[in-house]
């Protein structure tokens, strides 16, 4: 059989195939081997004669894993930050978007208080052109129709930096979805949102799932080499190969495209700083 883990505790996997959850434990094997399921890994499992002797046998290949929290699959980040309250920092927003390049991800950027007067416009004009911008809000249930959009059918994750509103978006998901299909007494029992462990939520029959961890909130050292950084910056990577020198690293070099784009508006110079800043780190 085939399914999805959707949630361990205390050494059970809860793997999800059609409308079953199933409980099961790791094949003894994996300790040895050094392996660990991860929530959002798809596996092979056997249902055991006996209660509680259901085994995962085979974890499929991952399309990404990480650490903290430990998951893996995750087809979409969606990255939040708050227009006001805590106030934006530009350079973190583009950490966790390079986070989300390196893990080959889709990407949605939230603009979450847009009932606030805060930095929305601002922030839009500078993402607008290289990512979906969704602006959210209290009252605000358009863009909340345009995040399930963009999160149809694919395991989603949340990230940002703490207080910027992660949690409020899943409950606002969550509530959408339980109002649609008319699961109100399911709401009643699961009552306010609160993040304990991790665990995978399917918020419709579309495939569309939702990691709903307390992670997600920082980022780790970036493993990247010097050349593959411009990549993270996708309007950066544009220019790739356009400069004078093959193997310029838009820094300091003549004749750099990059630098050229941005003194003709076409690069935002917070996203080069950002990238600038990035760089440094790597080579130091
Ligand atoms: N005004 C306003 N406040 C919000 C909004 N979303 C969340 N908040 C508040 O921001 C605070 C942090 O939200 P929370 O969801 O816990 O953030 P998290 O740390 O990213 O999970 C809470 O007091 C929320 O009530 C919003 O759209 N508008
Ligand atoms: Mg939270
Ligand atoms: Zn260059």
């Not at 793997?15 to 094997?29: D, H, I, Q, W």
């Not at 209290?138 to 989603?156: S, Y």
């Not at 003709?264 to 790597?282: D, F, H, T």
Request: glycine share 8%.
């Amino acid at each position: 059989m085939r399914g999805t883990i959707v949630k361990g505790i205390a050494g059970f996997y809860y793997v999800k195939s059609g409308e079953t959850v199933y409980r099961c434990r790791a094949r003894g094997v994996f300790k040895e081997q050094g392996i660990k399921p991860a929530v959002g890994d798809e596996v092979r499992f056997e249902i055991g004669a006996e209660e509680d002797n259901t085994l995962v046998t085979e974890i499929l290949p991952r399309k990404n894993c990480f650490i903290r929290p430990f998951v893996a699959n995750v087809d979409c980040f969606v990255v939040v930050t708050a227009a006001k309250k805590p106030a934006p920092v530009l350079q973190t927003i583009d950490r966790f978007l390079v986070m989300a390049e390196k893990a080959g991800t889709d990407i949605v950027l939230c603009i979450n208080k847009c009932d606030l007067k805060g930095k929305q416009e601002e922030l839009r004009e500078i993402y607008e052109s290289i990512y979906p911008v969704v602006m959210l809000g209290e009252g605000m249930d358009e863009g909340l129709v345009r995040l399930r959009e963009l999160i149809r059918g694919k395991k989603a994750a949340l990230a940002g930096a703490s207080g910027v509103g992660k949690s409020t978006i899943l409950n606002r998901l969550h509530a959408e979805e339980l109002m649609e299909t008319g699961k109100i007494s399911e709401k009643s029992q699961r009552g306010k949102h609160t993040t304990r462990h991790t665990e995978l939520f399917e918020l419709d029959d579309e495939g569309t799932m939702i990691f709903d961890t307390p992670g997600f909130t920082s980022f780790d050292i970036l493993e990247a080499d010097e050349e593959e950084l411009q990549f993270l910056y996708p309007e950066i990577g544009a220019y790739a190969g356009k400069c004078r020198y093959d193997n310029c690293r838009h820094l300091a070099e003549p004749e750099c495209a990059v630098k050229r784009a941005m003194e003709e508006g076409e690069i935002n110079p917070s996203r080069y700083r950002s990238y600038k800043e990035q760089m440094e780190e790597l080579t130091k």
